[in-house]
């Protein structure tokens, strides 16, 4: 029987992903937004926020693809790899639909950390999203 | 294909696609974030070349963070035109330079805008912008350098206190506020300020298109109201924060436009030092107020 990672390596592994993405993947783009944060406050109200919304949903869309395209492929992203954790299905094989739903909170880290209340209160430390698609994270044998 | 390549595939795919997006929205991104940008840059007290934190408060104006606001708005392309809102008496030589030699190079329309005072070093710097706007009343002009400092020599001989000094260098301790300058002295010294004063001259003249014939004659210390400067051609307008934004959105062909002010972050130093100059200030006039009401009283008594 498949067990559940310990939350210390659940949470290891997401750090090292979110490490990667912001690091390099996003970069470029999270860069856009350093180069043009506001200087003082009065520049908040002068500024045109619908630009930095802009890049930043792109940074958020690029993080969701990061994950949906490795769990689907591969059912690792790298810091699940470091940490030998993996995703599986509960019913039959992993389909995309799954890995999409499962991975949707990752858009916004607020829903992520309501998403993942889940962990500490269910007996398979499933995030609430995990739940409902049916799959789990587990530890590699 | 292996994990390992999976990974290094969508990481790499991933990574081009945050670049390329980045490259193509760039231009559109910075344009549009301060799209049609005034900025405005305050020179606002004595001018200095470093940042000077002072318990009795500040009242200067350092070139190096002048000089960096000045390259962030210059290197911005949302920025179309810069402000200098100048409210300084002047400064250091080098320092009213360094601010005056950056402002001339700046490509986009760049305005100085004399609010209270910009005279000596302050007008050196407002010179150098494309347009000079000014109140009426604003004071500006005081072409010329000044050394000075207090000597004390007097007073140590009426104590009987004698100045020794041991240098290996004729001129070492020239200006030295123990001894009386000599003829030899004083001559080198406002020699050295004449050279200066050349330059200012000249800097004026060319950034003002005046010829320098006509800036000497108005280098002689004297300060200038707005009104008189208007006539002497020290200064373009007369106006005010809206005629100097009026004249950027012209200059930089904006129809509307978007105000930003380049200020410091204030450092924690600094709100401590502002709020105990204030409160030492009230102290003081406070006390100053309680001992003249008492002054009065004692003399309607008597």
Avoid: C
Wanted: proline share 2%; hydrophobic share 45%.
């Amino acid at each position: 029987m498949s067990l559940p990672p310990s939350n210390l390596k659940r949470l290891g592994s997401f750090l090292i992903d979110i490490l990667i993405l912001n690091v390099f993947i996003t970069k470029p783009l999270s860069s856009l937004i350093e180069t043009n944060i506001p200087q003082n406050i009065t520049d908040l109200f002068t500024m045109d926020l619908g630009n930095i919304f802009f890049v930043a949903s792109l940074i958020s869309l690029i993080n969701f693809i990061y994950w949906i395209i490795l769990e689907y492929k591969i059912k690792q992203t790298i810091g699940a790899l470091i940490f030998n954790i993996s995703v599986k299905s509960e019913t039959k094989s992993l389909t995309f639909l799954q890995i999409f739903i499962r991975n949707i909170t990752k858009l916004s880290f607020l829903l992520l950390i309501i998403d993942s209340i889940g962990i500490l209160f269910t007996k398979k430390k499933q995030r609430f999203t995990e739940k409902l698609t049916k799959t789990l994270t587990i530890e590699n044998g | 294909m292996g994990k390992i390549k999976t990974i290094i595939v969508v990481v790499i795919v991933l990574y081009l696609i945050s670049l390329l997006s980045s490259k193509l929205i760039t231009s559109n991104f910075k344009e549009e974030i301060i799209s049609n940008g005034i900025a405005i840059i305050k020179i606002d007290g004595t001018i200095v070349p470093t940042e000077r934190n002072s318990i009795l408060g500040t009242g200067y104006v350092d070139s190096d963070s002048v000089l960096a606001n000045l390259k962030k708005a210059d290197e911005n392309s949302g920025v179309k035109a810069i402000i200098l809102e100048i409210n300084s008496g002047g400064g250091a030589v080098v320092a009213s330079k360094e601010i005056a030699d950056k402002v001339r190079s700046i490509k986009k329309p760049t305005i100085a805008l004399i609010r209270e005072v910009g005279a000596s070093g302050a007008y050196w710097v407002a010179s150098s912008a494309d347009v000079v706007i000014a109140d009426e009343l604003s004071i500006t002009g005081s072409i010329s350098v000044v050394a000075s400092y207090l000597e004390y020599s007097g007073l140590l001989d009426k104590y009987n206190i004698t100045y020794e000094s041991l240098t290996t260098g004729k001129y070492k301790d020239t200006g030295s506020p123990f001894k009386e300058l000599t003829n030899e002295e004083r001559n080198l010294l406002l020699k050295k300020l004449n050279i200066i004063q050349e330059r200012f001259i000249q800097d004026i003249a060319r950034n003002r298109n005046m010829t320098v014939e006509k800036v000497r004659e108005l280098a002689t210390g004297m300060i200038f109201l707005g009104i008189e400067a208007k006539e002497l051609g020290l200064i373009d307008e007369l106006g005010n924060r809206e005629t100097a934004i009026d004249k950027a959105k012209e200059l930089a062909n904006l129809k509307k436009e978007k105000v930003i002010e380049y200020i410091k972050k204030p450092s924690l130093l600094h709100i401590f030092d502002k709020l105990t100059a204030e409160s030492f200030y009230s102290m003081g006039q406070g006390l100053g107020d309680s001992l003249k009401s008492e002054e009065e009283f004692k003399i309607l008594a008597k």
